[in-house]
């Protein structure tokens, strides 16, 4: 079910296909998936089916168990693994479920280094789970690449990098990070869930292992929750299908359906939601109740210069840090059209406090160091008409009692 196109160059100003090669957009409607052989549908049926007749004892047409394999799923699994470019594809039930299956890699007494700017889920199930397992964590600034070796133990091994980093918007040097992990036998792992493979490629750049919460971005509709992962190797994807058959926490049939309908409008939606990004970004950077804007698409952002060296485009999530921890609670409770909500990635713009929200299981001195004070908001820029968006903004904010 493979299509057998090649990757589309990722890591220069303009990521651009060779001529004679697919695009990222035909890529993103025709990878990993075939048109149904017995009927000809377009769309890959939902084979809502937990067991499959096998012909004679041991003889079966390529499935047994729908946790071990199914139709629809695969399909999906396929079409992730072409995109990023990797061996294998894995659709679990969540992105967390995704992660933490990941983590299941590592034996007690490993250690870890994480990005310490990371999604507040990721944090707790390393610091509330894992740890009690015996698997050990630093979390480091990995944006700064001379963190890195201060960082490493006799015991590490492997780097968790999300880039950009949610919520501050850090950006990390994929290749320098890669260099790193293969210099000490270190596994590379990336969250790519801010900027999808329409617009980052991790495997290109030399990681191992590529993270999705597609139940984001990819999904794209805010009506699914999944997880999927892609690996360069056939042994590291060998190895996760072992735990993702053992344990069980897959995707089902009907989920994975969406996922893939999600996929086929990525890049339109992203093109929209980038370009609407960048509009309230230059607007929040001219109201005087914004202290800082956190946006790699703007040239003062420290990580700007990079990340249009190892991507394609700079993503559509903002964070802006108000004058007070009350104007943002004014904001969040006076907006109307833009949601106040959970998740990102949607076609419907959503916007949070991380503080009281998504990161809120990271202890509050810890996210005062990390720099996530009670003031900094976080959105999520969807398809919307910018200018009502920003008009929603500026209501929201102008309401505010003196």
């Not at 299509?3 to 303009?14: A, E």
């Not at 191992?208 to 509709?221: F, R």
């Not at 949601?339 to 009281?356: D, F, H, K, N, Q």
Request: net charge neutral.
């Amino acid at each position: 079910m493979t299509d057998g196109f090649d990757k589309t160059k990722v890591g220069s100003d303009k990521a651009t296909a060779e001529p004679d090669k697919p695009g990222i957009n035909t890529r993103l409607l025709h990878s990993g998936m075939e048109f149904d052989p017995r009927t000809g549908a377009v769309s890959v049926p939902v084979y809502q089916v937990s067991t499959f007749k096998q012909e004679a004892l041991g003889r079966h047409h390529g499935y047994e168990y729908s946790r071990t394999g199914n139709p629809t799923r695969q399909a999906l699994e396929e079409l992730i693994a072409a995109l990023e470019g990797g061996r294998r594809g894995l659709a679990f039930a969540s992105g967390m479920a995704a992660i933490s299956s990941v983590l299941m890699l590592f034996d007690a007494g490993d250690h870890l280094i994480v990005s310490d700017d990371v999604y507040g889920g990721t944090f707790r199930v390393l610091d509330k789970v894992f740890r009690r397992f015996g698997v050990d964590v630093t979390f480091a600034d990995l944006s700064r690449a001379e963190e890195l070796p201060g960082a490493l133990t006799a015991r590490t091994r492997a780097v968790f990098v999300e880039t950009p980093t949610n919520p501050l918007m850090r950006v990390t040097d994929l290749r320098a990070v890669s260099a790193f992990c293969k210099g000490h036998g270190l596994l590379h792992v990336v969250d790519n869930t801010f900027m999808t493979p329409y617009l980052q490629r991790p495997l290109e750049l030399g990681a191992d292992l590529v993270i999705h919460s597609a139940t984001k971005y990819l999904g794209g509709h805010s009506d699914v929750v999944a997880g999927l992962v892609v690996v360069a190797s056939q042994e590291l994807g060998d190895r996760l299908h072992f735990i993702q058959n053992a344990v069980g926490a897959i995707l089902g049939p009907m989920d994975s359906w969406l996922v893939m309908r999600g996929v086929k409008t990525l890049g339109v939606r992203m093109d929209r939601q980038q370009a609407n990004a960048q509009a309230i970004t230059e607007w929040l950077k001219g109201r005087p109740e914004v202290k800082k804007v956190y946006y790699p698409g703007l040239p003062e952002h420290p990580g700007h210069a990079l990340a249009k060296k190892q991507a394609a485009g700079f993503g559509a999530m903002v964070s802006f840090e108000l004058a007070s921890a009350s104007l943002a609670e004014h904001l969040l409770n006076n907006v109307r059209l833009i949601t106040l909500a959970e998740s990102l990635g949607a076609v419907e713009s959503l916007i949070c406090l991380p503080a009281r929200m998504t990161h809120a299981s990271i202890p509050p001195e810890k996210r005062a160091a990390r720099g996530i004070s009670d003031a900094l908001v976080r959105l999520s820029a969807g398809i919307e008409d910018v200018k009502d968006l920003i008009a929603d903004l500026a209501r929201a904010l102008g309401t505010r009692p003196e």
